[in-house]
């Protein structure tokens, strides 16, 4: 039967901790066991079953009221459960200040009270020996002179406490490369200040037939509407990752190859550079070719927007500039590296275009020239890696092939080689997340590994590795979260890797890569 039913239900039974809120206080020279003794004694007389009439006067003393609500009042704590000295009552006090030289009472000391201890243990965490002193005389003054001020001794140490972390030891809070904390003498942590977690596997594969192994191409490309674009033999096909429907774009036919795309930033054009030396330019939304440019002698491997005007790099040493708006195939022609053209970038900006060939040359351009204004021949293998840095102006990062294999930074407003790192095998791509000041690497022979690389220290925050082949392609999603990967093992993997702008938290990437894994086929 429901108790809610009973017009006066018995009162429930109650523990030794429990307490009413309104039970008849003990008297000043009660103890503990005298209080506790006390309070079930006025609970049974409260509870009769046949009260009296006096027993409806509202007197506090000899009523107990029932509530669905508990609460606690220190005169019916049973404080010995917790090892804890009951504070001095009111009576205790009168006389301790009455006779100046009896000695104080038990607990009477607000600085070593255990109450005192726990309080500390957890503001400032374990109790070094340096701060023992200075922490209970903090305790002791507070509890004399009443509520400190903010920032006065008594309370300003939870503010100051911060100051007791080395200045030298901001940065090395974390090892490379480690997801562990490193943990200083000292210093009270808390679990979850380590570096950010990154899935170490994919959450999408997609197959990609026919996906060629060839280090100086660029397949992949993915547009400001989250259209990924790749090249496949001799088709283009668009995959659209809010749907994950596939559409085939065009088809050059069995004497031609697909050998580089490139979306314009609006994400509705989409550039083709092929085997033959053309360059054709389609409107995606409606899977129709708008023209095509026949001025380069030799396959076109590298292709570059910036905004009407389409820049492209081929293997007869020459980077034309294109404007689609112009009848002209193309309005002028920039020589000067010595061998194929396979890198090719503009700022975000657009002032300067950054080139890489298979001379090991990294130039740069500005929009009037004929002829780099920067040149760079540190790298000592063939340089198609080339990523500017959306973070800081004229911040450039390149990377080297097989023999060189390192990735070098620039700046290119003081035409500067600012430092370098050794990765340890061939650079293929480089791409800087636009939310964090972080960059991503993808790496050929000889461990094809993808690594994520905290900026400008250079540390390694995550290597992702499941490739078989080099991984020759790299783009990056539209709210810069998302990289895709491609390889000659004709696969095409999507990785968590960077934060949103919003929430630099990865927990959600964490779940996402852990829970949404799928495997299906781009065609």
Known sequence: MDHHHHLLPPPPPRSPMENSASSKPPTPASTPSSRLAAAPSSRVSSAAPHPSPSSFAPTPASRTVYSDRFIPSRAGSNLALFDLAPSPSHHDAASA??????????????????????????????????????????????????????????????????????????????????????????????????????????????????????????????????????????????????????????????????????????????????????????????CKRIRTMESHRMRVGA??????????????????????????????????????????????????????????????????????????????????????????????ASGGGTADRCIRFWNTTTNMHLNYVDTGSQVCNLVWSKNVNELVSTHGYSQNQIIVWRYPTMSKLATLTGHTYRVLYLAISPDGQTIVTGAGDETLRFWNVFPSPKSQSSDSLSSIGATSFVRSYIR
């Open 97 to 286: 200040a009455a006779s100046p030289g009896a000695p104080p009472p038990s607990g009477s000391t607000p600085a070593s009270s255990p109450y005192c201890a726990l309080l500390r243990a957890a503001l400032f965490g374990p109790t070094t020996p340096d701060r023992v002193a200075s922490s209970a005389s903090a305790c002791s003054s507070s509890s004399s002179a009443g509520a400190s001020p903010v920032g006065s001794p008594a309370t300003g140490n939870i503010f100051r406490f911060k100051a007791e972390v080395p200045r030298n030891a901001k940065r090395a809070l974390f090892s490379d490369g480690d997801d562990e904390g490193v943990l200083f003498p000292g210093v009270f942590t808390t679990r979850g200040t380590g570096p950010r977690k990154i899935p170490r596997s994919p959450y999408k594969v997609l197959d990609a037939p026919a996906l060629q192994d060839d280090f100086y191409l660029n397949l992949v490309d993915w547009s400001s509407h989250n259209i990924l674009a790749v090249g496949l033999g001799n088709c283009v096909y668009l995959w659209n990752a809010c749907s994950s429907k596939v559409t085939k774009l065009c088809d050059l036919g069995v004497d031609d190859n697909v050998c580089s795309v490139g979306w314009a930033q609006r994400g509705t054009h989409l550039a083709v550079g092929t085997n033959q030396g053309k360059v054709q330019v389609w409107d995606a939304t409606r």
């Open 303 to 396: 292709l570059a927007w910036n905004s009407s005007l389409l820049s492209s790099g081929s293997r007869d040493k020459s980077i034309l500039h294109h404007d689609i708006r112009a009848q002209d195939d193309y309005i002028s022609r920039l020589a000067g590296h010595k061998s194929e053209v396979c890198g090719l970038k503009w700022s975000y900006d657009n002032r300067q275009l950054a080139s890489g060939g298979n001379d090991n040359r990294l130039y740069v351009w500005n929009q009037h020239s004929a002829h780099p204004v920067l040149k760079y021949t540190e790298h000592t293998a063939a340089v198609k890696a080339i990523a500017w840095s959306p973070h800081l102006h004229g911040l450039l």
